[in-house]
């Protein structure tokens, strides 16, 4: 196969438009899929954990509610140290092994969690999830901009972050009814240990997967034509090139530009409402015994977590796709952050699990929406006041996807023990101190 490119033609005529979307919509149809089964698996392990607390780990360990946030957001520390060395070593060693690497290493990890005694190797193994994950979603999208012109990427980069919903949509029944087939299957082995096993299985199945279908860059691709192959590797030279003309902008200097502070922060908060969510909205669930005298099976917790993440995947592709059309981001983006905003703290005085889960729905549908929507804002935020340059660089520290981690740790670790300091209490049980001595009913805690 010849690696030789055609410069980009200076003209947009008919020939070049129909040879761009029928290239183009081959690389949609053919990485797309298999990148949102990773993400989909890769988000599954990272949060599975919420499930398996009410579903007798946490009583299996002896665990109180900090011990189990602090479980949850170690992986992130990590996480967090490897990312960036991980992703140097993606762009070294190509995106076919290393994405291989990481999905084999922490399907291993992730099915090793199984077997914990107690909570230290707990933390242990949750660490070295986070290590063995490292650098995969900041990965993918550096994967996704060798393969996708500027002009397509949100798009692409949308279609890749509806696994974060479909997860939960999915994922959480499944393993809810893993936990309950596990506890009525084995008579001394725990239904959630069962769970973490079945679950890493399929990343280590992907990761041995990605090594013959995963294509590194358009020149080798062996399913493209040589006309479709030539045009998009010569397109995504171009890009290149031009990023490369840019005028550079020092790392240090663009860390100081207050717009790329502001960035950070509403990014920090959307991803500290998504783990949140993520790890203790079935233990809150679970804590509708004692609020509402209510109780539900670990598969009705199942089933009753993914309602939100349902309406929250219509939420993200019904609202990115709009910000498209229009062309406007900053209140697509602020929007759903401020409706997130209100209907949370409404929970608190709510009388019932029904109203209690449609403010929950409201929640993630709004922290949906805002997550696709708010990537294009940088660029339109930040244009003719800051080069590029700034937010390519600070992206890579401060708010791209893949450096949510430090969000991340921050909402697993404070939820809890914010409850424990305002109900004194370490129990995992998600109500707040009556406000006064007439108050009757316990009332849910917010989760954001």
Same mark, same amino acid.
């Given at each position: 196969?010849?690696?030789?490119?055609?410069?980009?033609t200076?003209?947009?005529?008919?020939a070049?438009?129909? @040879?761009? *979307?029928?290239?183009?919509?081959?690389?949609?149809?053919?990485?797309?899929?298999?990148?949102? $089964?990773?993400?989909? !698996?890769?988000?599954?392990?990272r949060?599975?954990?919420?499930? $398996?607390?009410?579903?007798?780990?946490?009583?299996?360990?002896?665990?109180?509610?900090t011990?189990?946030?602090?479980? $949850?957001?170690?992986?992130?520390?990590?996480? &967090?140290?490897?990312?960036v060395?991980?992703? %140097?070593?993606?762009?070294?060693?190509?995106?076919?092994?290393? =994405?291989?690497?990481?999905?084999?290493?922490?399907?291993?990890?992730? +099915?090793?969690?199984?077997?914990?005694?107690?909570?230290?190797?707990?933390?242990?193994?949750?660490?070295? =999830?986070?290590?063995?994950? +490292?650098?995969?979603?900041?990965?993918?999208?550096?994967?996704?901009?060798?393969?996708?012109?500027?002009?397509?990427?949100?798009?692409?980069?949308?279609?890749?972050m509806?696994?974060?919903?479909?997860?939960?949509?999915?994922?959480?029944?499944?393993?809810?009814? =893993? !936990?309950?087939?596990?506890?009525?299957?084995?008579?001394?082995?725990?239904?959630?240990?069962?769970?973490? !096993?079945?679950?890493?299985?399929?990343?280590? @199945?992907?990761?041995?997967?990605?090594?013959?279908?995963?294509?590194?860059?358009?020149r080798?691709?062996?399913?493209?034509?040589?006309?479709?192959?030539?045009?998009?590797?010569?397109?995504?030279?171009?890009?290149?090139?031009? *990023?490369?003309?840019?005028?550079?902008?020092?790392?240090?200097?663009?860390? @100081? /530009?207050?717009?790329?502070?502001?960035?950070?922060?509403?990014?920090f908060?959307?991803?500290?409402? @998504?783990?949140?969510?993520?790890?203790?909205?079935?233990?809150?669930?679970?804590?509708?015994?004692?609020?509402?005298?209510?109780?539900?099976?670990?598969?009705?917790?199942?089933?009753?977590?993914?309602?939100?993440?349902?309406?929250?995947?219509?939420?993200?592709y019904?609202?990115?796709?709009?910000?498209?059309?229009?062309?406007?981001?900053?209140?697509?983006?602020?929007?759903?952050?401020?409706i997130?905003?209100?209907?949370?703290?409404?929970?608190l005085?709510?009388?019932?699990?029904?109203?209690?889960?449609?403010?929950?729905?409201?929640?993630?549908? $709004?922290?949906? +929406? +805002? &997550?696709?929507?708010?990537?294009?804002?940088?660029?339109?935020? %930040?244009?003719?006041?800051?080069?590029? /340059?700034?937010?390519?660089?600070?992206?890579?520290?401060?708010?791209?996807p893949?450096?949510?981690?430090?969000?991340?740790?921050?909402?697993? %670790?404070?939820?809890?023990?914010?409850?424990?300091?305002?109900?004194?209490?370490?129990?995992?049980?998600?109500?707040p101190?009556?406000?006064?001595?007439?108050?009757?009913?316990?009332?849910?805690?917010?989760?954001?």
């Amino acid at each position: 196969m010849s690696s030789e490119v055609s410069p980009p033609t200076s003209g947009q005529t008919p020939a070049n438009s129909a @040879l761009e *979307k029928r290239t183009l919509r081959k690389v949609l149809i053919r990485l797309i899929p298999f990148i949102i $089964a990773m993400y989909f !698996i890769n988000y599954l392990d990272r949060t599975n954990l919420g499930i $398996a607390g009410p579903g007798g780990m946490n009583e299996d360990l002896a665990m109180t509610a900090t011990q189990f946030g602090f479980a $949850a957001g170690i992986f992130f520390f990590g996480y &967090l140290i490897l990312e960036v060395p991980s992703n %140097l070593a993606l762009h070294k060693f190509g995106a076919r092994i290393w =994405l291989a690497r990481i999905l084999i290493s922490w399907g291993v990890v992730a +099915a090793a969690m199984a077997f914990v005694l107690n909570h230290f190797w707990l933390y242990v193994l949750r660490f070295l =999830l986070g290590v063995a994950e +490292a650098g995969f979603f900041p990965g993918v999208i550096l994967y996704l901009t060798y393969w996708f012109p500027t002009s397509m990427r949100a798009r692409a980069t949308a279609l890749f972050m509806l696994a974060i919903p479909m997860s939960s949509v999915v994922g959480t029944p499944v393993s809810s009814w =893993l !936990i309950s087939s596990g506890n009525a299957i084995f008579e001394n082995f725990a239904g959630w240990r069962f769970m973490f !096993i079945i679950e890493g299985v399929p990343a280590v @199945l992907l990761g041995i997967m990605c090594i013959f279908y995963l294509t590194d860059h358009p020149r080798d691709a062996k399913w493209l034509s040589a006309e479709e192959r030539n045009w998009l590797q010569s397109t995504m030279d171009a890009e290149e090139k031009s *990023k490369e003309e840019t005028f550079h902008y020092p790392v240090r200097r663009s860390l @100081l /530009q207050p717009r790329v502070w502001a960035l950070s922060f509403v990014y920090f908060g959307m991803v500290y409402g @998504l783990y949140a969510m993520s790890f203790f909205l079935p233990t809150i669930i679970s804590g509708f015994q004692e609020t509402f005298g209510v109780e539900y099976s670990i598969v009705e917790i199942g089933f009753i977590t993914a309602i939100p993440y349902l309406f929250g995947a219509v939420a993200m592709y019904f609202w990115s796709r709009h910000g498209d059309r229009t062309g406007e981001r900053v209140w697509h983006v602020a929007l759903p952050l401020f409706i997130g905003g209100v209907t949370i703290p409404i929970a608190l005085y709510l009388s019932s699990p029904f109203t209690t889960m449609i403010a929950v729905t409201i929640t993630c549908m $709004a922290i949906c +929406a +805002a &997550l696709p929507t708010f990537w294009p804002l940088p660029q339109t935020f %930040l244009a003719g006041a800051v080069p590029l /340059q700034v937010w390519r660089s600070s992206t890579r520290w401060a708010t791209r996807p893949g450096s949510s981690p430090p969000t991340s740790p921050v909402g697993s %670790l404070t939820s809890p023990a914010l409850r424990t300091r305002a109900c004194g209490s370490s129990e995992p049980s998600w109500s707040p101190p009556e406000s006064s001595p007439s108050s009757s009913r316990r009332r849910p805690h917010p989760i954001v």
